[in-house]
């Protein structure tokens, strides 16, 4: 068992968010029901894509269906919904306005909602990294928000009871991509000696007899297989290895793919144009998934769990670096957003950036739950999240960064600390 760790008043010198805290318990004598959805949200028209400054002119052409699915999680009073989509990220406005749109039309709390990407670098751009989008990417986003709606009002009308379970296993098609060369320098590439998280979390949902409902897929790895090269829309690794779960156990199978804390680990495959090495990764992970879940006893589940918090901390403008200065030009405040939600024993620890894989790491260390599942581009997008030694190494990641030095500590302290609010 983990040791357990207490934390009295922090006090955070890079800037404090007072923390919105909502703990429910569901009754013990109500079992917790889950309704499930998905929807198809492939845009109709090209589109501008994200995840690559160098494409500059709309996709060609449609690869894969991009899909969003949705786990609805009651008790009661107390009501949890999660959405993971084949996106690259969700912006704050497009976050707070979908999720007010949810709630609008279903009565469930917009602060009881986990929408999750999957960090895809194929999809269309939705504000997430860019300012100005042509009108069919602004009706696109429009679209987008609508869809939502429905897949949430889809999921929250057929609860079911069913049984849950946890398993992990061992992916190693990712790789640490802060490559260090000859002149000392760190950028992209490849690095076999860098800290890389390989684990690999399922949930397993079956309902009364048996039957799969839904799978949960978390595994830390960016949505680059698929390059600045490629313009046809795809969802990545992550889409690839939800078909191959579809394909092994029924296409109408939920599968809700997450990212864990990757901002500095890639596919070992790609950037590049070859749709082969992408199906290749969706294999690969898709067959440990399968492993998994095969060896995974399930149990029902008697409580759900759900809280907020968050932190503010200094910015820096970005492509400005500490390395090799000693001071950053400083930008505007960023806001992280924490989620956790407890399901049984299976605890998820949303994060609202790109976490670096040691700091993913520390938090599941630190976390009072053996079973903790760490969810970036959730609620929101931060950007990228660094730790304090990579700012001193410099790098694709700390240029980028919206954030000051510092926050690594502040916020593995912050997450672990909300995580101890839901036991």
């Known amino acids: 068992m983990k040791r357990k760790m207490f934390f009295g008043v922090i006090i955070i010198l890079f800037g404090f968010m007072p923390e919105l805290l909502i703990a429910q318990n569901s009754s013990r004598t109500n079992l917790v029901t889950l309704g499930v959805s998905q929807i198809n949200i492939t845009p109709d028209q090209p589109v501008i894509m994200s995840g690559y400054d160098a494409r500059k ?49 279903t009565g469930l709390p917009s602060d009881h909602i986990m929408l999750i990407a999957t960090h895809d670098h194929g999809g269309p751009a939705i504000h997430a990294y860019e300012r100005e989008l042509p009108p069919a990417n602004e009706n696109y986003i429009q679209t987008l928000r609508e869809k939502l709606v429905t897949l949430a009002v889809d999921a929250m009308s057929n609860p079911q009871p069913f049984f849950m379970g946890m398993g992990k296993g061992k992916c190693n098609m990712n790789i640490n991509r802060r490559a260090v060369f000859a002149d000392g320098g760190v950028w992209l590439g490849r690095n076999p000696d860098g800290v890389c998280d390989h684990e690999l979390d399922v949930v397993k949902f079956v309902d009364q007899k048996n039957n799969l409902i839904a799978v949960l897929v978390n595994w830390p790895c960016h949505g680059t297989t698929m390059g600045q090269e490629n313009y046809q829309v795809t969802g990545d690794w992550p889409a690839s290895t939800a078909r191959y779960i579809k394909k092994l156990a029924g296409k109408n199978i939920v599968v809700a793919v997450t990212a864990g804390a990757s901002a500095n680990i890639n596919p070992i495959y ?47 403008k970005a492509w400005t670096d500490q390395f090799p200065q000693t001071s950053v030009p400083t930008g505007s405040s960023v806001d992280i957003r924490l989620t956790g939600l407890k399901l049984g024993d299976v605890v998820l620890c949303g994060i609202s950036g790109e976490l670096m894989t040691e700091m993913g790491l520390e938090v ?13 581009h959730c609620n929101g997008l931060a950007g990228y999240i660094c730790t304090d030694r990579s700012f001193t190494e410099g790098g694709y990641e700390t240029k980028v960064s919206h954030l000051m030095p510092g926050v690594e500590q502040p916020l593995v302290k912050k997450s672990v600390q909300m995580l101890h609010l839901l036991q």
């Not at 990220?89 to 949810?102: H, L, Q, Y």
């Not at 599941?364 to 970036?376: D, G, H, M, Y």
């Open 364 to 376: 599941k260390k630190e976390s009072p739950f053996a079973n903790t599942i760490v969810i970036t």
């Open 57 to 105: 002119t709309p996709s060609t052409g449609v690869h894969d269906s991009l899909w969003a699915s949705a786990l609805f999680f009651s008790s009661g009073q107390n009501k949890a919904l999660l959405i993971s989509a084949d996106m690259i990220g969700f912006p704050f406005a497009f976050v707070d306005t979908a999720k007010s749109m949810i709630s609008a039309k």
């Open 270 to 316: 790609g950037p590049g144009n070859d749709f082969n090495e992408d199906e290749a990764m969706g294999y690969h992970a898709g067959n440990e998934v399968w492993k998994i879940i095969d060896q995974i006893k399930t149990t029902p589940v008697t409580s759900v769990k759900f809280v907020n918090s968050g932190l503010t901390f200094p910015g820096k």
